[in-house]
């Protein structure tokens, strides 16, 4: 599939971004655990964060450039972005022609039964050239407008993770039985609650497991920690709700934050701006807030 070809695919909802704001993000409707936005930016877009999704896109137009793991990186069109979950980076446009650019945020946890018992696959460079694994992209990229069946998730992930295998620097690591049950369990329990503190005595109990060795297995099966797992999902919680115009200052509340400040640390670290700006991006108001 040529690029050319791959290009007729963004068109539609294209245009949206095109006639907004010259900086913007378009966010569309996912089933949890999944997030794809479209994004134009001039200049810098993000500082240096990490969040504990993949992070997989295709970029559309322009030149992006950002630093991953100690290297600056550039993206022309047609090329796939894929930047390991808990992987310092930041990122922008590299030249004055500004960038637009397509994007999905996937945890880990979508990908625990494609993986088959394995490490999440690890691709060193950040930025690949392979039309199959574009194409693989845009057939859930492409339609941001429309929501996602769920049979099709099932074979877009199995592709999906194809590709990833493929790219991966070493054939992935097999983990252990017992580390991948205790693992998904912690994770299940942390998301079901994510509105208080969860003390490590609590995952000790639905675990089995004492709370070091807990961590490790938890680390090696989500690339982050407990602890940055229940921050993340409750900053997830808190992009869908700044998506459906819920004040800043009621989401710090409602997603488990201890005050507005403590927000906006935890925001900004994970997803490279304030949650004021991710506000004005996706509601079309260019004044940084």
């Known amino acids: ?20 704001a010259e900086n913007c993000i378009i966010s569309a409707r996912d089933p949890v655990g999944m997030e ?24 559309l137009r ?8 100690g290297a600056a990186r550039l993206s022309l069109p047609g090329q796939v972005i894929v930047l390991h979950p808990d992987e310092l980076h930041d990122g922008g446009a590299g030249t004055e022609e500004g960038l637009r650019y397509r ?10 039964d494609c993986l088959g018992g394995t490490a999440l696959p690890f691709v060193r460079d950040g930025v690949v050239t392979d039309e199959a694994f574009c194409a693989t992209l845009l057939s859930a990229l ?3 407008e429309q929501e996602l069946d769920e049979l099709f998730v099932d074979d877009f992930l199995a592709r999906l993770m194809q590709s990833l295998n493929r790219h991966a620097g070493k054939p992935a690591k097999p983990i252990a039985g017992t580390a991948w049950r205790a693992a998904t369990l912690a ?8 509105d208080r503190p969860v003390r490590s005595g609590e995952l000790e109990a639905v675990t089995g497991l004492d709370r070091y060795a807990l961590s490790r297995h938890f680390r090696a099966a989500f690339s982050t920690s407990p602890h940055r797992f229940l921050v993340m999902r409750r900053l997830q919680r808190a992009r869908r709700m700044i998506a459906a115009g819920v004040p800043l200052v009621q989401i710090a509340i409602e997603a488990g934050f ?4 403590h927000f906006n640390r935890q925001f900004k670290k994970a997803f490279g701006m304030t949650p004021g700006r991710w506000s004005s991006l996706i509601h079309g108001n260019t004044a940084a807030a």
């Open 62 to 69: 322009g030149v992006q450039t950002f630093r991953y793991r």
């Open 258 to 261: 201890s005050d507005q400040s």
């Open 103 to 112: 994007m999905l945020y996937l945890e880990p946890s979508l990908m625990l």
């Open 187 to 194: 994770g299940e329990y942390l998301t079901e609650n994510l």
């Open 1 to 20: 599939m040529s690029f050319d070809l791959d290009r007729q695919a963004f068109e539609g909802l294209g245009r949206l971004c095109a006639d907004a």
């Open 142 to 144: 492409g339609p941001l």
């Open 36 to 59: 794809r936005i479209e994004a134009r930016f001039h200049g810098s877009a993000f500082d240096p964060h990490r969040h504990d999704t993949y992070a997989i896109g295709v970029t």
